[in-house]
T-cell receptor, first 113, second 113 residues
Framework: DQQVKQNSPSLSVQEGRISILNCDYT??????FLWYKKYPAEGPTFLIS?????DKNEDGRFTVFLNKSAKHLSLHIVPSQPGDSAVYFC????????????FGQGTILTVHP | DTGVSQDPRHKITKRGQNVTFRCDPI?????LYWYRQTLGQGPEFLTY????????KSRLLSDRFSAERPKGSFSTLEIQRTEQGDSAMYLC???????????FGNGTRLTVT
């Protein structure tokens, strides 16, 4: 069973506009949520995180929102830039295993100039 | 370069052969993780170590897979009697204990022919 789902395989956005990437999870015991970015032929790179005691965390152009009641996580990128084009993964920690991260399937973001 | 280092970057092997991959984590990190990623999927957890102790292993992990971290520094992942279904990107990551994100290497791409 998939505990973390990214239901949109891809997203296409115009440069300068907002990109919104979504992630749903099933286990209310997850306590730490992260977003990673991955370019081809490279490993995932950490982007931003949020703990379950918060509902928003900002870092420059990136903001992560957490809605615990809906078990929903989103990443907002504004303004989007062509260099943001990559695969974005959400990841969660907690539940029955406190040490590891569980990843979603990823969303391919394409930002057009 | 003080990031996570993986060797080799690519490995092509014939079905039935054994392969071994190496990971050198960020030096001050005491946790080391192995993940596997196939096309269109997010990284899938295999196992992780805290120092030299292997703390968790995925239930999905075949007994053909074994990992070691003998001195709590670098780690090796061995796959015995490889099968075509083992073809994937094998990612290593490290972190500090606690609420810190995982830092990934660029992976070893395994192709089993």
């Amino acid at each position: 069973d998939q505990q973390v789902k990214q239901n949109s395989p891809s997203l296409s956005v115009q440069e300068g506009r907002i990109s919104i990437l979504n992630c749903d999870y099933t286990n209310s015991m997850f306590d730490y949520f992260l977003w990673y970015k991955k370019y081809p032929a490279e490993g995932p790179t950490f982007l931003i995180s949020i703990s379950s005691i918060k509902d928003k965390n900002e870092d420059g152009r990136f903001t992560v929102f957490l809605n615990k009641s809906a078990k929903h996580l989103s990443l907002h990128i504004v303004p989007s830039q062509p260099g943001d084009s990559a695969v974005y993964f959400c990841a969660v920690r907690g539940g029955t295993s406190y040490g590891k991260l569980t990843f979603g399937q990823g969303t391919i973001l394409t930002v057009h100039p | 370069d003080t990031g996570v280092s993986q060797d080799p970057r690519h490995k092509i092997t014939k079905r039935g052969q054994n392969v071994t991959f190496r990971c050198d984590p960020i030096s001050e990190h005491n946790r080391l993780y192995w993940y596997r990623q196939t096309l269109g999927q997010g990284p899938e957890f295999l196992t992780y170590f805290q120092n030299e102790a292997q703390l968790e292993k995925s239930r999905l992990l075949s007994d053909r897979f074994s990992a070691e971290r003998p001195k709590g520094s670098f780690s090796t992942l061995e796959i015995q009697r490889t099968e075509q279904g083992d073809s994937a990107m094998y990612l290593c990551a490290s972190s500090l204990q606690g609420s810190s994100p995982l830092h990934f290497g660029n992976g070893t791409r395994l192709t089993v022919t």
